[in-house]
């Protein structure tokens, strides 16, 4: 055994410190998946289910049978999930029963991030002596483009987490530096498993419009299909080709059903801007709204449908016409203190 | 048990760290070589064998004298099982420190130094934290030409230090300086090589030592 001259004693606390964030002891978790998994059973039991093969949806699902909650806030709603999903991960005591710390940057302070950042230089210098070999034996390095454009790197917060340690936006952008630095280097192909570590792919952006090709009934009629809506009105059409120009809404003819001129006009403008009025028949279904809205989405939907009958450059001309975009106008909520969306109460002087 | 320690400690070089390293070993890795005439530190002037050219060179007799004493001494640290931190805040050999360290077992800590590491660890780290038993600089100066802040707070904790002193450093506080070159990148490697064999052979022998005893 060892002759420990402490040089440092504990000194005594105050109570009326305050110590840092709850730290919770192994004990405390351990029990808490007891009685989850305790809750578990009897919540299969109560609903009916077989304890063994309840899984994580089914907790959810009866749960929000038994306590449903009209709030918005889906956090703030009663949830049953295993405890190492609500406690955070926190971290255990970093040395043994000697005293001597596990970890041998320790005493740093901030021993992940300064771990990590000594296991990406040591891969840039291995990368660098890789690219040496290759300039020795003569040999041509390696230059594949990496595809920079689709992938970002880890956030601070994502970092954070990882690390489980707090970062400051120096040590951040110092790691980031670092990491850049690694792959702008030719012969970074070699590091690219551990790159990946950090990397993220970004979604694409923007979806390319696909025209849909025209269908074919029984009598070999081409016609195609669109939706549209406005306000709160949904419409679908299906336009066929080879047709007198009748339209059809909801099984009744288009005088019946639209007795006001302007929804007529409404419904024509697509045909009349591409000049194909007599040229097609239109069938429509269309719910919700009121008359000027109904007229609007089936605008709409024959505009999309007529897409698959037209070149590429009149659908150019109809987007910019604005037969295909959708109108975002609502009604506004009307707010308190206020008569309406926007009219005020009458203004008194006394 | 009480033998195991005091053993040791009746012979004048029990690990035999004379072995280690020869003087020619020294110069080759231009270890005496120190800055120029105007960087000289006063107390630096006993330790200077000469100045030639204007470029101070250090006398490599004293610094094998206390080489010697130094590597003694961290060897019988690590006999004890003590905690050993290698300081440095030298860019360029921060990596080549760490990896030392790591290959030792022992701790390392080349990067930014907080204010209360060792004087408010009970704060920084947690109650119950065991301080570094030696603290080994393989350069005093920080990034901005002063005295390192460790070698001040170690003299405060009570903390005895190694460390390598070049012509511009102040080797008042340190426990055990070792005049020499801490700027070559082949001065610096081979006292990470001497350190590295002298810790190995200490924790090697004790491990020796413990057997022996266990079978008795």
């Not at chain 1, 203190?337 to 009458?346: A, L, N, V, W, Y």
């Not at chain 2, 290698?86 to 990067?111: P, W």
Request: proline content about 5%; glycine content about 6%.
């Amino acid at each position: 055994t060892l002759r420990l001259i402490c040089t440092t004693t504990a000194v005594q606390r105050k109570n009326a410190r305050a110590s840092g964030p709850e730290k919770y002891t192994e004990a405390f978790i351990k029990k808490q998946i007891e009685e989850f998994n305790l809750g578990k059973r009897h919540l299969a039991n109560m609903m009916g289910e077989d304890p063994e093969t309840f899984t994580q949806e089914d907790i959810d699902r009866a749960i929000a049978y038994l306590f449903p909650s009209g709030l918005f806030d889906k956090q703030a709603r009663p949830m049953m999930k295993h405890p190492t999903e609500i406690f955070p991960e926190q971290r255990k005591i970093q040395w043994g029963e000697d005293g001597r710390p596990f970890h041998f940057l320790f005493y740093t302070g901030k021993q992940s991030y300064y771990s990590l950042m000594h296991e990406t230089y040591e891969k840039f210098l291995n990368v660098q002596k890789h690219q040496d070999q290759l300039i020795a034996e003569d040999l041509p390095l390696q230059k594949e483009k990496r595809n920079l454009a689709g992938s970002r790197w880890l956030t601070k917060i994502e970092l954070e987490e990882m690390l489980l340690e707090k970062l400051s936006d120096d040590d951040y952008s110092r790691f980031i530096q670092l990491l850049q630095k690694l792959v702008a280097l030719p012969c970074a192909d070699i590091e690219e498993s551990y790159i990946q570590k950090f990397s993220k792919e970004l979604p694409v952006q923007l979806q390319e419009v696909v025209i849909e090709p025209l269908q074919y009934d029984e009598q070999g009629k081409a016609f195609s299909t669109g939706e549209g809506k406005r306000k709160t009105a949904r419409a679908t059409a299906v336009v066929y080709d080879n047709g007198t120009g009748k339209i059809t809404v909801n099984g009744a003819d288009i005088l019946h059903y639209f007795p006001v001129l302007q929804d007529r006009e409404q419904l024509l403008f697509p045909f009349q801007f591409l000049g194909r009025i007599g040229k097609h028949d239109m069938v429509c279904t269309v719910s919700g709204g009121g008359r000027s809205a109904q007229a609007g989405a089936i605008r709409l939907a024959s505009a999309k449908a007529l897409r698959s009958f037209v070149t590429e450059k009149e659908v150019e001309c109809m987007r910019q016409a604005g037969l295909l975009t959708v109108d975002p106008r609502v009604k506004e909520r009307k707010k308190p203190g206020q008569e309406g969306p926007r009219r005020k109460f009458t203004w008194k002087k006394r | 048990d009480d033998k195991l320690l005091t053993e040791p400690l009746s012979h004048p070089d029990f690990f035999s760290v004379k072995e280690l390293f020869t003087l020619k070993d020294l110069f080759d890795a231009r270890v005496h070589l120190g800055h120029k005439k105007g960087c000289r530190h006063r107390f630096m002037e006993p330790y200077i064998f000469g100045c030639r050219l204007d470029q101070d060179i250090i006398d490599l007799d004293q610094t094998m004298q206390h080489l010697q004493l130094a590597l003694n001494f961290t060897a019988h640290v690590a006999y004890r099982g003590g905690i050993i931190l290698f300081v440095s805040r030298k860019r360029q050999f921060c990596h080549l420190v760490e990896s030392t360290a790591r290959a030792c077992g022992e701790y390392a800590h080349t990067r930014y130094w907080q204010g209360g590491l060792l004087t408010n660890a009970h704060v920084q780290f947690g109650p119950g934290v065991r301080l570094p038993d030696l603290l080994v600089f393989l350069s005093t100066l920080n990034n901005v030409f002063e005295p390192h802040v460790a070698i001040r707070d170690a003299a405060k904790m009570s903390i005895p230090t190694v460390g390598v002193v070049d012509t511009n450093c102040n080797p008042c506080l340190i426990t055990y300086p070792i005049p020499g070159n801490d700027d070559s990148p082949a001065a610096v490697e081979l006292y990470c090589k001497l350190f590295r064999m002298t810790i190995i052979r200490a924790k090697d022998k004790r491990r020796q030592s413990e057997a022996v005893e266990e079978l008795r």
